[in-house]
Every structure is written in structure tokens, then in C-alpha cells.
């Protein structure tokens, strides 16, 4: 769950981190209302990143800029995200920008800790951040991380504002089921401060269950989703929409990113990462079908899906029943395999259905039937 930029500010405030003073507002006409100070950062309030590069950051020098800076960031669209809020604050003047942040990792057992001297909107294309692998938070230590910035960072009085503010943001992940805390870029003021200039935080969606603040965060999200999607996800249906003509419908998220790969090599696209491995049940597929045949991109269905625990000949029932009832004509394309496949064909056999020998055969039908393919 991705927290927009003024979320993740007032919990790094709360650990201690410094942030520059800023002014939310949803509508311009707040603006008449709001003491400001120039020249100003008018900043898009999105979940995604980004932004920067896509316009949904802009130097205003006086109030009529402000305006005009609002009006269009509110207007832009961030692959599908529009902004519901303008986060206005001081435009830093900085010595120089750095990166820092706090994720969780599995080669390091828990959590990293990563640095780059050299942050802002390039620094994916610079070097990579340096390590330090700190598995439990019990388990940082600020002499070992000193020696791992020692090899990248030569200023050792910046060295030693780093190591506390690490610690800071790992007790940030901790205790609020933080997946990443990002800094970027981490600004070096005049004084030799470190401000946040900017913040991505990613929560932990399974940690839902114990925080209230992430069960919060998940819901205010679902409430901006269309229907279908928000009872998808709702119930446990993990979607990420994409923008392809083909719709998958999948189980297992090993076997819905291979499929997706055999789409792109067959010369298509899928529309969706669409797992219902989490409620294989006619509510789980029946949902996943409403969505697709609503989706006016969706020109045909894949159906791939390999049941170990779950038996296939409940899913082909299922199947055969969902498909009595779909209004839609979209073609409709089965690879059913696992637990008591034999019995799969007599199923469907006996609803006019078809499931295809292998996967690849699958796939190049749900290509080859909207007339696509390399």
C-alpha cells in the first residue's frame, strides 16, 4: 500500500525525521485562505512515482503562479491516478542530494539499509545505493553502517547525520509494518541539516489485521477503485490492471507471470495480473469474469489454472456454470490442469467446452481468435 508523499511525511515526523513545512490543499480556492512564503514546490499528491519527470512538480514564485501550478497538477493524469490533493512547501535550496532508505529484503534476512551519495530523480541511473544488511532491527549496529558508508561517502560529519537517522527510519518500518521508507532525495541544507525533501513509504498489506491505520489505508484506496475492481480485491483477488486486449484469469502468481510472458512471446498483450488463488469458490471466478467482460479493452479470456490442493473438477463445474450464465460473447479460452484433471474433459464435453492440451495451445487460441499474434 503506497502512501502519498504528505502520509509519508507526517509518520517520518513522527520517528523525529526532519520535513519541510508544507500546506495541503484540494482546491485552488483554498489558496485564498493560506499564508505562504515563496518561491514554493507545488507537488502532486499520487500513490505512484514519478512525478517529477511527468510534470507533477513545479517552482511557483508568487501566488498567481501557485494557481496556475495547482489548477494544471489536479487536471494531469499519472498512469490512471489523478491527484486529489496539492502538497505546497518550500522550495530547498540544497547543498546536495542524497538517498537513503530502509526496505525489507530477503537476502538480508529482514531488513536493508541503502545509501547512494547521489540521489534525486537520476539515481536510478547512477551507481547502485551501497548496502547494509540488518536483518532484525535488533540488530543494527551505527559502527558497522559507519564502515559501510565509509567506502562511498568521504564527508564523515554527513556520516555520522546519516547513521542516527537509519536507525530512525528502520524504527519507523518496524513498528508501523513498513515494507520500504524511502528518502529521495534526502537534502543536505546550508547548515548541514538533512531535511526529507521527498518520501515513499510502502506498507505492508498483510499487516492489515493489526493496524488500524493500514486497514484504513486499504479501504480509502478501494473506496477510489471502480466496482468490479474494489470487489475484487475485496475478495482476495490480487489484480493489477495492465493495458492489453487479452484477459487472464489465473491461479498462483508463479503461473499467472508465466503465462503473461507466453502471451507477450504468442505477439499480445495481457490486461490483466489477475491470481484468484486466494478464492478459487464461484464468488472468486464469477467476480473475475464480471470484471472482464466489462472491460471493453478484454477482447478474448485465458482461463489457465493448476490445482494441487484444489480438485479440478470442482473448478470445471464451476466453469461450466459460470459460463451458462455470462451474457458476454467474448471467447473464452480453458488450460484446467492438477488434481483430477482426467475428469475435466467429460465436464466440459458435456457443456460444448474445450480444454486445450497444454498451455501453449491455450495461449495461441486466445491470441489467434481476436486475430493477433507475431
Known amino acids: 500500500m503506497f502512501l502519498r508523499e504528505f502520509e509519508a511525511k507526517h509518520l517520518l515526523q513522527s520517528v523525529g525525521v526532519t520535513v519541510p513545512g508544507g500546506t495541503l490543499i484540494r482546491d485552488p480556492a483554498e489558496l485564498d485562505e493560506c499564508a505562504l512564503s515563496y518561491p514554493l514546490a507545488v507537488k502532486a499528491q499520487v500513490a ?13 514564485e508568487d501566488p498567481a503562479a501557485v494557481r496556475s501550478a495547482a489548477r494544471r497538477v489536479l487536471s494531469l493524469d499519472f498512469e490512471g491516478e489523478r491527484a486529489e490533493a496539492v502538497l505546497l512547501e518550500p522550495w530547498l535550496t540544497a547543498e546536495r542530494e542524497l538517498y537513503l532508505c530502509v526496505a525489507v529484503d530477503g537476502r538480508a534476512g529482514g531488513y536493508v539499509v541503502l545509501y547512494a551519495p547521489q540521489g534525486g530523480v537520476e539515481v536510478e541511473a547512477g551507481q547502485p545505493p551501497t548496502r547494509y544488511d540488518v536483518g532484525s532491527p535488533n540488530d543494527f549496529r551505527g559502527h558497522e553502517l559507519r564502515d559501510v558508508l565509509a567506502a562511498v561517502e568521504p564527508d564523515a560529519a554527513l556520516r555520522e547525520s546519516v547513521v542516527p537517522l537509519a536507525r530512525q527510519l528502520l524504527h519507523l518500518a518496524a513498528s508501523r509494518d513498513c515494507v520500504t521508507v524511502e ?24 499487516a492489515a489485521f493489526r ?40 491461479g498462483g502468481a508463479g503461473m499467472t507471470m508465466a503465462v503473461m510472458d507466453l502471451i507477450a512471446e504468442a505477439g499480445s498483450r495481457p490486461a490483466c495480473f489477475l491470481d484468484c488463488s486466494a478464492n478459487p469458490a464461484p464468488q472468486g471466478y464469477g467476480l473475475a469474469f464480471a470484471m472482464l467482460d466489462a472491460d471493453p479493452r478484454v477482447r478474448s479470456i485465458l482461463v489457465s489454472i493448476f490445482g494441487g490442493a484444489t480438485q479440478m473438477e470442482r473448478v470445471a463445474r464451476v466453469m461450466t456454470r459460470l459460463m451458462a450464465e455470462r451474457d458476454s460473447d467474448k471467447p473464452v479460452v480453458f488450460r484446467l490442469n ?30 489467434n481468435v481476436i486475430g493477433g499474434g507475431a
Open 48 to 60: 505512484g512515482g514519478g512525478r517529477g519527470k511527468a510534470g507533477g512538480v513545479v517552482r511557483a
Open 183 to 206: 528518502i529521495n532525495p534526502l537534502f543536505v541544507v546550508e547548515d548541514g541539516g538533512l531535511v526529507a525533501g521527498d518520501a515513499k513509504i510502502i506498507l505492508d498489506e498483510w
Open 211 to 250: 493496524s488500524a491505520d493500514i486497514a484504513e489505508a486499504i479501504a480509502r484506496a478501494r473506496r477510489g477503485e471502480p466496482d468490479l475492481v474494489r470487489r475484487c480485491l475485496e475478495a482476495g483477488l490480487m489484480l493489477v490492471p495492465l493495458d492489453g486486449d487479452i484477459g487472464l484469469i489465473s
Open 338 to 367: 492438477g488434481t483430477n484433471a482426467h475428469q475435466i474433459d467429460d465436464i466440459f464435453a458435456a457443456a460444448g467446452l474445450d480444454n486445450h492440451a497444454t498451455i501453449e495451445a491455450a495461449v495461441a487460441t486466445a491470441v
